[in-house]
Protein backbone atom coordinates (compact mmCIF):
# COMPACT_ATOMS: atom_id res chain seq x y z
CA UNK A 1 0.00 0.00 0.00
CA UNK A 2 1.20 3.81 -0.29
CA UNK A 3 0.44 4.86 2.67
CA UNK A 4 -3.02 7.23 2.10
CA UNK A 5 -5.37 6.72 4.86
CA UNK A 6 -8.71 4.69 4.54
CA UNK A 7 -10.96 7.43 5.39
CA UNK A 8 -9.37 9.55 2.58
CA UNK A 9 -8.98 7.69 0.22
CA UNK A 10 -10.20 9.17 -3.10
CA UNK A 11 -13.34 7.71 -5.08
CA UNK A 12 -12.32 7.93 -9.10
CA UNK A 13 -14.73 8.32 -11.84
CA UNK A 14 -13.72 6.83 -15.71
CA UNK A 15 -13.03 10.56 -16.82
CA UNK A 16 -10.07 10.63 -14.01
CA UNK A 17 -8.43 8.29 -15.97
CA UNK A 18 -5.79 9.47 -18.90
CA UNK A 19 -4.35 6.95 -20.70
CA UNK A 20 -2.58 9.70 -23.12
CA UNK A 21 -6.17 9.84 -25.39
CA UNK A 22 -9.48 11.69 -25.03
CA UNK A 23 -11.78 9.53 -23.40
CA UNK A 24 -14.60 8.34 -25.79
CA UNK A 25 -17.26 7.49 -23.11
CA UNK A 26 -18.39 8.70 -19.71
CA UNK A 27 -19.94 5.17 -19.43
CA UNK A 28 -17.30 2.80 -20.83
CA UNK A 29 -13.73 2.87 -21.43
CA UNK A 30 -11.01 0.30 -22.52
CA UNK A 31 -7.35 0.57 -22.53
CA UNK A 32 -4.49 -1.28 -22.31
CA UNK A 33 -2.91 -2.34 -18.29
CA UNK A 34 0.30 -1.87 -18.67
CA UNK A 35 -0.79 1.79 -18.83
CA UNK A 36 -2.70 2.05 -15.44
CA UNK A 37 -0.07 2.45 -13.10
CA UNK A 38 1.48 5.75 -13.90
CA UNK A 39 -2.78 7.43 -14.49
CA UNK A 40 -3.73 7.06 -10.44
CA UNK A 41 -2.54 6.98 -7.07
CA UNK A 42 -2.79 3.68 -5.30
CA UNK A 43 -4.71 2.31 -3.15
CA UNK A 44 -8.41 4.13 -4.65
CA UNK A 45 -12.06 3.10 -5.34
CA UNK A 46 -13.54 3.73 -8.09
CA UNK A 47 -17.58 4.85 -9.02
CA UNK A 48 -17.80 1.60 -11.55
CA UNK A 49 -16.80 -1.35 -12.40
CA UNK A 50 -13.55 -3.02 -13.35
CA UNK A 51 -12.36 -5.85 -15.30
CA UNK A 52 -8.34 -6.22 -15.54
CA UNK A 53 -6.63 -8.76 -17.82
CA UNK A 54 -2.99 -9.63 -17.34
CA UNK A 55 -1.79 -11.59 -20.43
CA UNK A 56 1.73 -11.41 -19.27
CA UNK A 57 3.37 -10.04 -15.92
CA UNK A 58 3.67 -10.52 -11.93
CA UNK A 59 2.97 -8.40 -8.84
CA UNK A 60 -0.04 -8.86 -6.68
CA UNK A 61 -3.42 -7.34 -6.57
CA UNK A 62 -5.17 -5.83 -3.33
CA UNK A 63 -9.01 -5.87 -3.42
CA UNK A 64 -10.90 -5.34 0.10
CA UNK A 65 -7.71 -6.03 2.04
CA UNK A 66 -7.32 -9.27 0.28
CA UNK A 67 -3.98 -9.83 -1.50
CA UNK A 68 -4.28 -11.83 -4.97
CA UNK A 69 -0.97 -12.50 -6.99
CA UNK A 70 -0.60 -11.43 -10.32
CA UNK A 71 0.04 -13.97 -13.12
CA UNK A 72 -0.19 -15.04 -16.80
CA UNK A 73 -4.27 -15.64 -17.61
CA UNK A 74 -5.69 -13.58 -14.78
CA UNK A 75 -8.73 -11.65 -15.04
CA UNK A 76 -9.58 -9.24 -11.73
CA UNK A 77 -12.87 -8.11 -11.12
CA UNK A 78 -13.66 -4.75 -9.11
CA UNK A 79 -17.53 -3.19 -8.09
CA UNK A 80 -17.72 0.35 -7.53
CA UNK A 81 -16.73 1.02 -3.84
CA UNK A 82 -13.93 -1.30 -3.60
CA UNK A 83 -10.78 -0.16 -2.63
CA UNK A 84 -7.70 -1.80 -4.73
CA UNK A 85 -4.13 -1.74 -4.62
CA UNK A 86 -1.96 -2.75 -8.03
CA UNK A 87 1.43 -3.39 -7.98
CA UNK A 88 2.26 -4.85 -11.48
CA UNK A 89 5.97 -6.07 -12.91
CA UNK A 90 7.45 -3.87 -15.95
CA UNK A 91 6.87 -6.10 -18.58
CA UNK A 92 2.77 -6.70 -17.74
CA UNK A 93 0.60 -6.73 -20.83
CA UNK A 94 -3.16 -6.73 -20.62
CA UNK A 95 -5.74 -4.71 -20.60
CA UNK A 96 -8.28 -2.94 -18.34
CA UNK A 97 -12.28 -2.33 -18.73
CA UNK A 98 -13.85 0.37 -17.09
CA UNK A 99 -17.89 0.50 -16.96
CA UNK A 100 -20.84 2.07 -15.40
CA UNK A 101 -23.47 0.12 -14.09
CA UNK A 102 -25.94 2.45 -16.44
CA UNK A 103 -24.30 1.46 -19.39
CA UNK A 104 -26.24 -1.60 -18.96
CA UNK A 105 -29.05 0.09 -17.11
CA UNK A 106 -29.94 2.03 -19.65
CA UNK A 107 -30.14 -0.34 -22.86
CA UNK A 108 -30.78 -3.54 -21.60
CA UNK A 109 -34.32 -5.16 -20.57
CA UNK A 110 -32.89 -6.59 -17.04
CA UNK A 111 -32.15 -3.93 -15.09
CA UNK A 112 -30.66 -6.51 -12.21
CA UNK A 113 -28.73 -8.72 -14.84
CA UNK A 114 -24.94 -7.36 -13.67
CA UNK A 115 -25.83 -8.37 -9.88
CA UNK A 116 -27.28 -11.58 -11.10
CA UNK A 117 -24.54 -12.87 -12.45
CA UNK A 118 -22.58 -14.51 -10.50
CA UNK A 119 -19.18 -13.10 -10.74
CA UNK A 120 -20.87 -9.81 -9.22
CA UNK A 121 -23.38 -11.31 -7.57
CA UNK A 122 -22.99 -9.98 -3.96
CA UNK A 123 -22.74 -13.10 -2.18
CA UNK A 124 -21.12 -14.96 -4.71
CA UNK A 125 -19.01 -12.32 -6.08
CA UNK A 126 -14.99 -13.06 -7.65
CA UNK A 127 -12.38 -11.13 -7.17
CA UNK A 128 -9.80 -12.78 -9.10
CA UNK A 129 -9.97 -16.20 -11.68
CA UNK A 130 -7.13 -17.84 -12.64
CA UNK A 131 -7.33 -19.26 -16.62
CA UNK A 132 -6.03 -22.22 -18.07
CA UNK A 133 -4.75 -22.00 -21.48
CA UNK A 134 -7.99 -22.75 -23.49
CA UNK A 135 -10.03 -20.71 -21.17
CA UNK A 136 -7.70 -17.79 -22.07
CA UNK A 137 -7.84 -18.30 -25.40
CA UNK A 138 -11.54 -17.66 -25.16
CA UNK A 139 -11.38 -14.82 -22.79
CA UNK A 140 -8.79 -13.05 -24.91
CA UNK A 141 -10.91 -13.41 -28.25
CA UNK A 142 -13.72 -11.40 -27.03
CA UNK A 143 -11.27 -9.16 -25.36
CA UNK A 144 -10.15 -8.24 -28.77
CA UNK A 145 -13.43 -7.97 -30.26
CA UNK A 146 -14.06 -5.15 -27.78
CA UNK A 147 -10.94 -3.72 -28.87
CA UNK A 148 -11.67 -3.35 -31.66
CA UNK A 149 -15.40 -2.31 -31.62
CA UNK A 150 -14.25 0.42 -29.22
CA UNK A 151 -11.73 2.13 -31.54
CA UNK A 152 -13.70 1.73 -34.31
CA UNK A 153 -15.81 5.21 -35.39
CA UNK A 154 -18.51 2.57 -36.80
CA UNK A 155 -22.45 3.03 -35.72
CA UNK A 156 -23.50 1.38 -33.39
CA UNK A 157 -19.99 0.45 -31.47
CA UNK A 158 -21.48 1.03 -27.84
CA UNK A 159 -24.29 -1.61 -28.83
CA UNK A 160 -21.26 -3.48 -29.79
CA UNK A 161 -19.42 -3.46 -27.06
CA UNK A 162 -21.99 -4.04 -24.51
CA UNK A 163 -22.91 -7.02 -26.32
CA UNK A 164 -19.45 -8.67 -26.16
CA UNK A 165 -18.99 -7.28 -22.40
CA UNK A 166 -22.28 -9.33 -21.77
CA UNK A 167 -20.28 -12.38 -23.43
CA UNK A 168 -17.62 -11.93 -21.59
CA UNK A 169 -19.18 -11.77 -18.27
CA UNK A 170 -20.98 -14.85 -19.11
CA UNK A 171 -17.71 -16.41 -19.83
CA UNK A 172 -16.18 -15.63 -16.78
CA UNK A 173 -19.12 -16.35 -14.89
CA UNK A 174 -19.62 -20.01 -16.07
CA UNK A 175 -15.30 -20.31 -15.59
CA UNK A 176 -15.85 -18.94 -11.83
CA UNK A 177 -18.50 -21.93 -11.17
CA UNK A 178 -16.87 -23.56 -7.95
CA UNK A 179 -14.02 -25.63 -8.80
CA UNK A 180 -13.66 -23.55 -11.95
CA UNK A 181 -9.97 -21.58 -11.65
CA UNK A 182 -10.76 -19.13 -8.70
CA UNK A 183 -8.15 -19.42 -6.73
CA UNK A 184 -8.05 -20.81 -2.88
CA UNK A 185 -8.74 -17.12 -1.39
CA UNK A 186 -11.54 -16.60 -3.97
CA UNK A 187 -12.99 -19.90 -3.62
CA UNK A 188 -13.06 -19.38 0.20
CA UNK A 189 -14.48 -15.90 -0.28
CA UNK A 190 -17.45 -17.43 -2.56
CA UNK A 191 -18.56 -19.99 -0.02
CA UNK A 192 -17.90 -18.14 2.67
CA UNK A 193 -20.42 -15.45 1.65
CA UNK A 194 -22.90 -17.70 0.91
CA UNK A 195 -22.63 -19.27 4.47
CA UNK A 196 -23.21 -16.01 5.65
CA UNK A 197 -26.14 -15.02 3.24
CA UNK A 198 -27.63 -18.04 4.24
CA UNK A 199 -26.95 -17.82 7.70
CA UNK A 200 -28.72 -14.71 8.27
CA UNK A 201 -32.03 -16.50 6.84
CA UNK A 202 -31.87 -19.66 8.45
CA UNK A 203 -30.41 -19.23 12.08
CA UNK A 204 -33.78 -19.07 13.62
CA UNK A 205 -34.24 -22.50 12.08
CA UNK A 206 -30.50 -24.46 11.60
CA UNK A 207 -28.11 -24.64 14.07
CA UNK A 208 -25.22 -27.06 12.65
CA UNK A 209 -22.71 -26.78 10.90
CA UNK A 210 -23.73 -30.07 9.17
CA UNK A 211 -26.85 -28.65 8.05
CA UNK A 212 -25.55 -25.42 6.23
CA UNK A 213 -22.94 -27.43 4.36
CA UNK A 214 -25.60 -29.64 3.02
CA UNK A 215 -27.63 -26.58 1.96
CA UNK A 216 -24.48 -25.47 0.18
CA UNK A 217 -24.06 -28.61 -1.18
CA UNK A 218 -20.77 -29.08 0.25
CA UNK A 219 -19.04 -31.15 2.77
CA UNK A 220 -18.57 -30.12 6.72
CA UNK A 221 -14.92 -29.77 6.69
CA UNK A 222 -14.61 -27.63 2.71
CA UNK A 223 -17.25 -25.23 4.66
CA UNK A 224 -15.64 -25.07 7.70
CA UNK A 225 -12.30 -24.29 6.14
CA UNK A 226 -13.93 -21.53 3.60
CA UNK A 227 -15.06 -20.17 6.29
CA UNK A 228 -11.65 -19.74 9.17
CA UNK A 229 -9.27 -18.78 5.69
CA UNK A 230 -11.99 -16.24 4.94
CA UNK A 231 -13.03 -14.91 8.06
CA UNK A 232 -10.25 -15.75 10.95
CA UNK A 233 -13.19 -17.99 12.60
CA UNK A 234 -15.27 -21.09 12.98
CA UNK A 235 -18.39 -21.96 11.15
CA UNK A 236 -19.94 -23.02 14.31
CA UNK A 237 -19.09 -19.80 16.26
CA UNK A 238 -20.37 -17.65 13.60
CA UNK A 239 -24.16 -19.42 13.61
CA UNK A 240 -23.92 -19.41 17.99
CA UNK A 241 -22.75 -15.25 17.64
CA UNK A 242 -25.72 -14.65 15.31
CA UNK A 243 -28.05 -16.83 17.29
CA UNK A 244 -27.16 -14.96 20.44
CA UNK A 245 -27.26 -11.54 18.89
CA UNK A 246 -30.86 -12.10 18.04
CA UNK A 247 -31.62 -13.49 21.47
CA UNK A 248 -29.98 -10.26 22.60
CA UNK A 249 -32.30 -8.41 20.37
CA UNK A 250 -35.36 -10.17 21.94
CA UNK A 251 -34.27 -10.00 25.05
CA UNK A 252 -33.66 -6.13 24.82
CA UNK A 253 -36.62 -5.29 22.88
CA UNK A 254 -39.31 -6.94 23.47
CA UNK A 255 -41.45 -8.33 26.44
CA UNK A 256 -41.71 -11.74 25.32
CA UNK A 257 -40.69 -14.56 27.98
CA UNK A 258 -36.96 -16.36 28.34
CA UNK A 259 -39.14 -19.49 26.94
CA UNK A 260 -40.30 -17.97 24.04
CA UNK A 261 -36.74 -16.73 23.02
CA UNK A 262 -35.81 -20.09 23.69
CA UNK A 263 -38.83 -21.39 21.30
CA UNK A 264 -37.99 -18.86 18.73
CA UNK A 265 -34.74 -19.71 18.08
CA UNK A 266 -35.22 -23.54 18.08
CA UNK A 267 -33.45 -24.98 21.54
CA UNK A 268 -34.71 -27.62 22.71
CA UNK A 269 -36.02 -26.30 26.16
CA UNK A 270 -35.85 -22.96 27.71
CA UNK A 271 -33.17 -24.32 30.61
CA UNK A 272 -30.90 -25.37 27.88
CA UNK A 273 -31.24 -21.83 26.24
CA UNK A 274 -30.32 -20.46 29.40
CA UNK A 275 -27.39 -22.64 29.88
CA UNK A 276 -26.45 -21.47 26.39
CA UNK A 277 -26.75 -17.96 26.94
CA UNK A 278 -24.90 -17.85 29.87
CA UNK A 279 -21.98 -19.65 28.61
CA UNK A 280 -22.02 -17.04 25.50
CA UNK A 281 -22.43 -13.88 27.62
CA UNK A 282 -21.46 -14.54 30.98
CA UNK A 283 -24.87 -13.85 32.08
CA UNK A 284 -28.34 -15.89 32.38
CA UNK A 285 -31.04 -14.29 30.17
CA UNK A 286 -32.86 -12.53 32.95
CA UNK A 287 -29.61 -11.14 34.19
CA UNK A 288 -28.65 -9.86 30.68
CA UNK A 289 -32.21 -7.99 30.49
CA UNK A 290 -32.29 -7.00 34.26
CA UNK A 291 -28.66 -4.99 33.60
CA UNK A 292 -30.12 -3.56 30.29
CA UNK A 293 -33.28 -1.87 31.78
CA UNK A 294 -31.04 -0.68 34.57
CA UNK A 295 -29.16 0.85 31.36
CA UNK A 296 -32.15 2.63 30.09
CA UNK A 297 -33.81 3.83 33.49
Request: proline share 4%; hydrophobic share 40%; charged share 25%.
Amino acid sequence: MHGISCCRLPIFKIENFDYGSQIKSLDFHFAPLQNLMSTLPYPHRHDFYQIDWVEHGTGHHIIDSVKYDVKPNTLFFMAPGQIHDFVLSDDTVGFTINFSAEFFVLQLQNKNMLSELPIYDLDNSVQALYLDDAQARSILETLNAIGEEYVSDQSGWADMVRSYLYILLMKASRMAEPGAGADPASRSLFLARRFKSLLEKEYSTVQEVSQYAQMLRVNERSLNEAVRRATGTTAAKLIRERVMLEAKRLLLHSEVSVAEVADRLAFEDPAYFSRAFKKHTGRSPLEFRQSLSKLTS
